[in-house]
């Protein structure tokens, strides 16, 4: 299985980026996605995730509201849509793909990933 995130960049505070995460390998629409990000001196943190269907989804409170995640199982790809960014949203993003199908969105799990992208926002 092979994971390729983009659409990281620099953004200002109160702007908005969208990065895709583009997956192979693997009968894609069958496992659960998650968005994780590590800001340097911390440790990685759950973004969000998301159902193999696209049908339920779940975030981490310190962006729920701002981000949401999507797929597009014919193309491969899964999205990530920040709005509203903050300065602390500055991290390198992963994504990464459920080691088991058919299971709800989990903050833990994940047996694929990809090799991350950078996310800077300015004030």
């Known amino acids: 299985v092979q994971l390729q995130a983009s659409g990281g960049g620099l953004a200002q505070a109160g702007g908005s980026l969208r990065l895709s995460c583009v997956g192979s390998?693997?009968?894609?629409?069958?496992?659960?996605m998650g968005w994780f990000r590590q800001a340097p001196g911390k440790e990685r943190e759950f973004v969000g995730g998301?159902?193999?269907?696209?049908?339920?989804?779940k975030y981490a409170d310190s962006v729920k509201g701002r981000f949401t995640i999507s797929r597009d199982n014919a193309k491969n790809t899964v999205y990530l849509q920040m709005n509203s960014l903050k300065p602390e949203d500055t991290a390198v993003y992963y994504c990464?793909?459920?080691?088991?199908?058919?299971?709800?969105?989990?903050?833990?799990?994940?047996?694929?990933w990809g090799q991350g992208t950078q996310v800077t926002v300015s004030s």
């Open positions: 990464a793909a459920d080691s088991v199908p058919f299971r709800p969105p989990l903050n833990q799990g994940y047996a694929y």
């Open positions: 998301i159902t193999w269907s696209g049908g339920i989804t």
């Open positions: 390998g693997r009968i894609f629409s069958s496992y659960g």
